[in-house]
Every structure is written in C-alpha cells, then in structure tokens.
C-alpha cells in the first residue's frame, strides 16, 4: 500500500453562491489518501473545511495535516481532534473506508442498497429575481421541501419571495425551512420570527449569532416558529457541553453537519441527545465534494431518517469528483452503474 498522503484540491462553483457571510466561488477540500496498486484500490476521506465558518480555518491547518498523517503511518491511528473537526471527519472516514475495503459500504446503511434519500431544495442568496428564478427551478423539478438562505438582501424580499410560494403552494404541498445563518440582531429577531410564522414555515436555522445562550434560549420559548440550532453546535465537543447546551436553550430542532461537528461519531452523539430530549434533526452537508457527500448520506441512511435532509450539493460544483450519486427530483440517488473516477 501506498504511503497515507494527503492532496487538496479545489472545487469551483457552476457560479458565485452567497451566504449571509459572503460569497464563494471556489471551495477548497483536503483529502487523505492512500493507493494499492495491486488491488486498484483507493482509500481516501475528505477533510471538508468550510472557508470562514469552519473553526479550524487556521493558517496552521496543512501543517496539521502533515502531523496526522505522520500518525496514520506510523501508528495506525488518529491523534485527538477535537480542535481541529474537518479533519477529524476526514480521518474517520478514511478509517471506515479502510476497514469497509471500499466507497461504497462505510457506513452500512440502505443508501447504497438502493433506498434513495428525500433532500430539500436549497435556494441560495442572491437578488430577489435570481432566487425567484432559483425557486421555480426546484419546484419544477419536484420538490417539496424548500430551503431558503435568508439574510442578505431586504427582509420584505425575503418575505415577498416566501409569499409567493405560498400563494401557489399550501404548507401541507410544500413545506419551507429558512435558514437565518445568524443574520438577525437579537433584538430585532423575535419580531422577524412572527412576521415568518405567518408562512407556516417548518422551522428557521440559527436566527442570531451563536454564544449568546440567554438570548437563543429567550427566543426557542418565545418564537412561535420552531427554531433549529446549526451554527450554534460548532466548537461543543465533550458529551456534558452538548448536554448542557440543549437542555439549557431548549431548541425545537437541531442540524447536523459532521464536517463541522467532528465526524460522525459526535455527530451520533448528538443525534442521541436530541431523540433523548425530544428533539428533531436533520443532516446536512457543508459543500463538500461526492467524496465526503457519500460517506454523509451513508451515515445518514443508516438511521430511520423521516423528514427532508440537506445533501443536495452536490451539483454545485463544475469539478466535482465523478461518482454514483446523483440527484433524482427531489431524493438523493446511488446509481450502481455510474463508476467512481478520482483524479488523485
């Protein structure tokens, strides 16, 4: 076998997609990757940092890198993580993939048996007339979810947008998620949060900032729109601080993405948590190639999953890594004739 190595490479947007935090045109991803010539076998993990949100975005993260690997090689094993969770995910998968012998097994679940996963459609920031154009392309492809990045433009064109879906479509026809990535003021944002209940939206992500415990948990009891922490999870490593996070703010929902979280055994954790505490959740990923986008909707597969998750990335991209998945109207699709081509 080859030694462990790891390569980056960089995803390039079809175009700019904006955030409440900016815009992205590119997306770097780290990959740790081993070959058997022998066998034409790769074994490989994503390490699927996000640029801005993720908090290992460090000037030392290559470094890191190196040092795990040094590890993997010659002590088989992963180093604590805890600091750095992109990576953490990119090991555990590797790992997985390791002792699965291949992409399409890691995490057994009925993904890759054929059983497809329901995703929403996930409408990105831009002017009010692009999201509009954004909207009637996921409706006309049939799905029932929707998702919308609010934020970044003007509230009332964020409403009027929401309320033209509604004048077409009722809440039991397509159901809305918005997703506030922190942009409301803590003070302004229980007013906003009535306005959009009046939509008979599922649920909103993280309507202010995350660390401002007193104010989210204010919020979670007093908004009359089921409020789903994101942001607010990144950085809560050991089991008592998730424990104590969401029993003191009390969320209606929480969303998990494992490149953010560690990996998927403390996304598990949380996941446990929140069923403990009668909690939903959902799974989503954070733009990372199909590479980590499979091992996620294994993941996710290997759990009764009932609602919509957000694993519909994977077309974002005018590079992606050529693989089985694909997205078929409104689900997440694992086609056993499409063969997996890895460039490194």
């Known amino acids: 076998m080859q030694k462990i190595h790891w390569q980056k490479y960089e995803l390039k947007f079809t175009e700019p997609r904006g955030t ?31 640029p ?18 040094k590890s993997l090689n010659e002590k088989g094993k992963m180093p604590d993580l805890a600091e750095w969770p992109s990576i953490a995910f990119g090991v555990e998968m590797f790992m997985a993939n390791k002792n699965s012998k291949n992409l399409d097994n890691i995490y057994p679940g009925s993904f890759t048996r054929g059983k497809d996963i329901q995703i929403n459609g996930l409408i990105w920031m831009g002017s009010k007339e692009n999201m509009l154009s954004q909207i009637r392309s996921k409706l006309d492809a049939g799905f029932s979810c929707i998702k919308l990045k609010i934020g970044a433009i003007n509230f009332d064109d964020e409403i009027y947008l929401l309320q033209s879906i509604r004048k077409e479509f009722g809440p039991n026809e397509i159901t809305l998620r918005v997703d506030a990535n922190g942009a409301f003021s803590p003070e302004g944002a229980l007013e906003k949060l009535k306005i959009l209940s009046d939509l008979e939206l599922h649920s909103i992500e993280q309507p202010i900032q995350s660390n401002q415990w007193e104010k989210m948990t204010e919020l979670c009891r007093l908004s009359p729109l089921p409020i789903a922490l994101d942001e607010e999870l990144i950085g809560v490593h050991p089991y008592p601080s998730k424990k104590e996070l969401l029993k003191t703010i009390r969320p209606q929902a929480i969303v998990l993405k494992p ?31 199909d590479i980590g986008l499979n091992a996620i909707a294994q993941f996710t597969s290997s759990f009764d999953v009932k609602l919509p998750q957000g694993l519909g990335t994977g077309s974002l991209y005018t590079n992606n890594i050529q693989s089985p998945l694909e997205v078929k109207g409104e689900y997440l699709h694992y086609s056993e004739d499409m063969p997996w081509k890895i460039p490194f």
Request: include cysteine; charge should be negative.
């Open 20 to 50: 409440s935090r900016g815009w992205f045109k590119v997306k770097p991803s780290w990959y740790i990757v081993s070959k058997e010539k022998e066998a034409g076998r790769t074994t490989i993990g994503e390490c699927g940092l996000l």
């Open 52 to 69: 801005g949100l993720s908090i290992d975005d460090k000037p030392e993260y290559e470094s890191v890198l190196n040092d795990v690997v």
């Open 259 to 289: 490149s953010l979280l560690g990996g998927f055994t403390r996304t598990k954790e949380w996941i446990d948590l929140a069923e403990d505490l009668g909690m939903e959740w959902w799974i989503t990923s954070a733009l990372e190639s």
